[in-house]
């Protein structure tokens, strides 16, 4: 078994199973299904604001640009990561590039900026299976209005661990088995994409005190021994205990994150998440007056 952060062993608890109740398009790009969102739960999915899950579908080949044009974002950050497919973005701080499978890209809007995302060029000429997910992580007040960034950060520079019986884990952001993420953030946060073999229990050590959620994204888990979960449905965890037990009858692809809360008020609107309402007045009227940029 692997190995747990803290030699005494103290199961974390399922708190709740969050399951979305449908589906919609963002764009006529991404068919997404929310997962989990912030008006909720804001408190007890800090520092997480939401995760939309985009696919598996098939698109047919085309010349067209399928993806959401430009729009604004401030006071948090966006994580995608690209299972099939690629996703092209452009932000009007200078970030942007194309991501494809494996690959993953932080854009931190902070401050405030405008940006656009689609299917790459070469993806959607030649068609195919389509699959990403994309997390908002929020920011404590000192850091929203710090200066937009954008990490491109390619499979190959994210470390992968070998669990027992051959899965894996990649970890994006944190630490795990002192193997230590790329990803740059601004409060603790670990980000594990996970591969769990069939019919293999794996025991991952988690920070007590932390929000932690598994994301199933395929295949069913059985988390310590009871509750399990299936595709597109989320296990929120008790912030006591440091480890998990997880296991799958068939394999199972999914997400764990785990981040330090940040105790601070939430107020957000559409593109925007802020701590109060007269901050997000003034975001909208910066995006209005052009302060947040335009793509050229």
């Given at each position: 078994m692997d190995k747990p952060i803290n030699s005494e062993k103290t199961p974390k608890q399922v708190?709740?199973?969050?399951?979305?109740?449908?589906?919609?398009?963002?764009g006529d790009g991404f068919p997404v299904r929310t997962l989990f969102f912030y008006s909720e739960l804001g408190r007890e999915l800090?520092?997480?604001?939401?995760?939309?899950?985009?696919g598996p579908r098939e698109f047919p080949p085309t010349q067209q640009r399928l993806g959401?044009?430009?729009?604004?974002?401030?006071?948090?950050?966006?994580?995608?990561?690209?299972?099939?497919?690629?996703?092209?973005?452009?932000?009007?701080?200078?970030?942007?590039g194309r991501i494809g499978p494996g690959d993953v890209?932080?854009?931190?809007?902070?401050?405030?900026?405008?940006?656009?995302?689609?299917?790459?060029?070469?993806?959607?000429?030649k068609g195919g299976l389509f699959e990403m997910v994309q997390l908002w992580v929020n920011l404590p007040a000192k850091d929203k209005m710090s200066p937009p960034r954008?990490?491109?950060?390619?499979?190959?520079?994210?470390?992968?661990?070998?669990?027992?019986?051959?899965g894996s884990l990649r970890v994006i952001a944190g630490e795990f088995a002192e193997a230590r993420g790329p990803a740059d953030t601004f409060t603790p946060i670990n980000v594990w994409d996970l591969r769990l073999a069939a019919k293999v229990p794996v025991d991952l050590g988690v920070p007590s005190g932390h929000t932690t959620l598994l994301?199933?994204?395929?295949?069913?888990?059985?988390?310590?021994?009871?509750?399990?979960?299936?595709?597109?449905?989320?296990?929120l965890?008790?912030?006591?205990?440091?480890?998990?037990?997880?296991?799958?009858?068939?394999?199972?692809?999914?997400?764990?994150?785990?981040?330090?809360?940040?105790?601070?008020?939430?107020?957000?609107?559409?593109?925007?998440?802020?701590?109060?309402?007269?901050?997000?007045?003034?975001?909208?009227a910066d995006y209005q007056s052009g302060r947040m940029g335009h793509l050229s």
């Open positions: 708190r709740t199973v969050l399951r979305s109740a449908g589906g919609h398009w963002v800090s520092p997480f604001l939401m995760l939309d899950y985009a959401v044009g430009e729009h604004p974002h401030r006071g948090f950050e966006t994580v995608t990561i690209v299972y099939h497919g690629e996703v092209e973005h452009r932000d009007s701080s200078g970030g942007g890209q932080w854009m931190t809007a902070a401050s405030g900026l405008v940006h656009e995302e689609f299917h790459g060029r070469q993806f959607a000429g954008y990490q491109a950060i390619v499979n190959d520079r994210i470390p992968k661990v070998g669990l027992s019986g051959g994301v199933a994204l395929r295949g069913s888990i059985r988390i310590n021994g009871s509750e399990s979960i299936g595709p597109a449905e989320v296990a965890f008790e912030r006591e205990g440091n480890e998990l037990r997880l296991d799958s009858t068939e394999g199972a692809t999914a997400l764990l994150l785990s981040g330090e809360p940040i105790n601070e008020p939430i107020a957000g609107m559409g593109p925007f998440v802020m701590n109060t309402q007269q901050e997000i007045q003034q975001a909208v």
